[in-house]
């Protein structure tokens, strides 16, 4: 596998993060290296961007890029040959499928996540995802009736799992399970152990706005997270979360849309109606340690709403929110209003 090197200008923010701490920089020994070594590839449909600032091996990025491809694999909607997922999907109404330990372990945290919401998120969503096609060049606004008949094929209560051997069957006809909210949290979670077991102390792994950071900065400071402005070009941050061993994960409305007359349609779609989401939340971002979590988490509060969300979040242990809606007011979790950083005045922190 060829992974092409790139210096997105994703990446130059990032390179740019250890000099955010410039003042306590000042005041600490030189680090043995700022300069990191990056690489960047296209995998899990988003590009994902690598950079380790102590063992600068290629090798080490390379063996995260297969783990991520390998999980890519058996994950994808888009691969028949190799996805588990589509195995699973096509067998709906007739019977279970084996998966591997992997998959299995996506799948039920899917769940998880559907029970906790009681069906807003629902990892069973993949039939109605397949009709907007959103983040395709086929996207476009399906007709009502077949939504609205659509709908009915999403219901997690639907996906059996058994864990003993690592099967799952759904159990009607035409219904689709669909990984896209949650499965990128995972791989990044599985890159970070690679590099940690590899030795790397000091790293950051960006997959399309899942961040996961390896250690604190070379510094010794914590890393600088920028959290993306909804409404401005990527790379233009509203605030800042400091993060070492976590990881800072954002679903945002702006993320992947498609227009028809004038109307905006995103992919974070309400099972119940099978239309995109629409409470007013424009991006949830989530500071937790397992970035599968965030992911989950960040889709989840991004369908539940603020208040339901912020709800939810104050509940959980190590884990912390930022929601911005469209009258572009910003929600901070209690655990994170002493050292989030608003940076754009465009934005009224509200509580
Ligand atoms: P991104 O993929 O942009 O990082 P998310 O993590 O929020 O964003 O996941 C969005 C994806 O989740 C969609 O593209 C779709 O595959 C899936 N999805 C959409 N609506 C739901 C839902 N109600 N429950 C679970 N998954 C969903
Ligand atoms: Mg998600």
Redesign the pocket.
């Known amino acids: 596998m060829i992974y092409k090197k790139r210096f997105a200008l994703l990446l130059a923010v990032l390179i740019l993060l250890p000099m955010l701490s410039g003042c306590e920089a000042a005041e600490t020994p030189a680090p043995a290296s700022t300069q990191p070594l990056s690489k960047s590839a296209f995998l899990l449909g988003t590009y994902v961007d690598i950079s380790l600032f102590d063992k600068l091996d290629e090798k080490i990025i390379d063996k995260a890029f297969d783990r991520i491809a390998e999980i890519e694999a058996k994950m994808t909607i888009n691969n028949a040959e190799t996805s588990e997922i589509i195995k699973l999907n096509e067998a709906s109404g007739t019977g279970a499928v084996k998966l591997s330990p992997d998959t299995y372990l996506v799948v039920e945290r899917?769940k998880y996540y559907?029970e906790l919401t009681e069906g807003?998120?629902?990892?069973t969503?993949g039939s109605i995802?397949k009709l907007w096609n959103?983040?395709t060049d086929y996207a476009a606004v399906p007709e009502d009736k077949v939504i609205r008949d659509t709908v009915k094929l999403v219901d997690y209560q639907k996906l059996q799992l058994k864990a003993a051997d690592h099967s799952a069957m759904l159990q009607e006809a035409g219904m689709k399970v669909?990984l896209?909210?949650?499965a990128?949290g995972y791989a990044a979670d599985e890159a970070g152990r690679i590099l940690r077991e590899e030795g790397v102390k000091h790293a950051i792994i960006n997959l399309?706005?899942?961040v996961l950071t390896v250690g604190g900065n070379p510094n010794g400071n914590q890393w600088k997270i920028g959290i993306q402005d909804p409404f401005n070009p990527r790379g233009d941050y509203l605030g800042i979360v400091p993060s070492q061993d976590k990881t800072v994960v954002?679903?945002?409305t702006y993320?992947?849309y498609f227009e028809q007359n004038g109307k905006k349609y995103h992919?974070?779609?309400?099972?119940e109606t099978g239309y995109p989401?629409e409470n007013n939340l424009h991006s949830v971002s989530i500071v937790t340690e397992k970035s599968i979590d965030g992911?989950g988490l960040?889709?989840t509060c991004?369908?539940l709403g603020v208040e339901e969300g912020m709800k939810l979040i104050e509940k959980l242990d190590h884990v912390e929110a930022i929601f911005v809606t469209g009258d572009k007011k910003v929600y901070v979790s209690s655990g994170l209003k002493d050292i989030f950083l608003q940076t754009s005045s465009d934005f009224t922190i509200v509580n």
């Open positions: 899917g559907s807003k998120f629902d990892i969503v995802v959103i983040g669909d896209g909210a949650i990128k399309g706005g899942n954002t679903s945002g993320e992947r992919h974070i779609l309400n099972p989401v992911d960040s889709t991004l369908l």
